[in-house]
T-cell receptor, first 112, second 111 residues
Framework: NAGVTQTPKFQVLKTGQSMTLQCAQD?????MYWYRQDPGMGLRLIYY???????DKGEVPNGYNVSRLNKREFSLRLESAAPSQTSVYFC???????????FGQGTRLTVV | RKEVEQDPGPFNVPEGATVAFNCTYS??????FFWYRQDCRKEPKLLMS???SGNEDGRFTAQLNRASQYISLLIRDSKLSDSATYLC????????????FGRGTSLIVHP
């Protein structure tokens, strides 16, 4: 009973490098989300996918892209990492957008 | 103004104390309300949903006041293990159902 699985758990990037954060859920949920969490800022929505085949911007989408590969998987890509993207990234899923969300364990990303 | 506002605390209370947190939200059309708990360096986990009639789960009681647009969480007989950050979450309204998180309230329960 894995729930939401994120990889990697930790990552250090150099400025300008690219990487993709992977997220998969096994709960047959329709909606998936990417949040970032910074000290004092709480959780801020980067992108979400209300259902397979759709993606939309959240509060802080600049510098990121997403792909809803299928119903299970929702990836987040940083094309050219910047130090301002140093954060903890959480993927979450829910049955539909109005129900409670279940979170992955997070990815701690440092951009130097 | 942030859509969901919480007092960041920290609330520092002794074991056995009763503590209450409030959270206000700006979208009067919001439809779903939750409290999450987040331990240090861990992911948020659902503590309880909040219903219009109020609801209780053991030592935890959640209430919703739609007229004043706030939700509350009451913890009775605090335990050391209750030390965590409590996140208020609101979704729904205006065609958008995306969960919006407050910044969290930090609770420290000491012996």
């Amino acid at each position: 009973n894995a729930g939401v699985t994120q990889t990697p758990k930790f990552q250090v990037l150099k400025t300008g490098q690219s990487m993709t954060l992977q997220c998969a859920q096994d709960m047959n949920h329709n909606s998936m989300y990417w949040y970032r969490q910074d000290p004092g800022m709480g959780l801020r929505l980067i992108y979400y996918s209300a259902s397979e085949g759709t993606t939309d911007k959240g509060e802080v989408p600049n510098g990121y892209n997403v792909s809803r590969l299928n119903k299970r998987e929702f990836s987040l890509r940083l094309e050219s990492a910047a130090p301002s993207q140093t954060s903890v990234y959480f993927c979450a899923s829910s049955e539909v957008v109005r129900t409670e969300a279940f979170f992955g364990q997070g990815t701690r990303l440092t951009v130097v | 103004r942030k859509e969901v506002e919480q007092d960041p605390g920290p609330f520092n209370v002794p074991e056995g104390a009763t503590v209450a947190f409030n959270c206000t939200y700006s979208n009067s059309a919001s439809q779903s309300f939750f409290w999450y708990r987040q331990d240090c360096r861990k992911e948020p986990k659902l503590l309880m949903s909040v219903y219009s009639s109020g609801n209780e789960d053991g030592r935890f009681t959640a209430q919703l006041n739609r007229a004043s647009q706030y939700i509350s969480l009451l913890i009775r007989d605090s335990k050391l293990s209750d030390s965590a950050t409590y996140l208020c979450v609101v979704s729904g309204g205006g065609g958008s159902y995306i969960p919006t998180f407050g910044r969290g309230t930090s609770l420290i329960v000491h012996p």
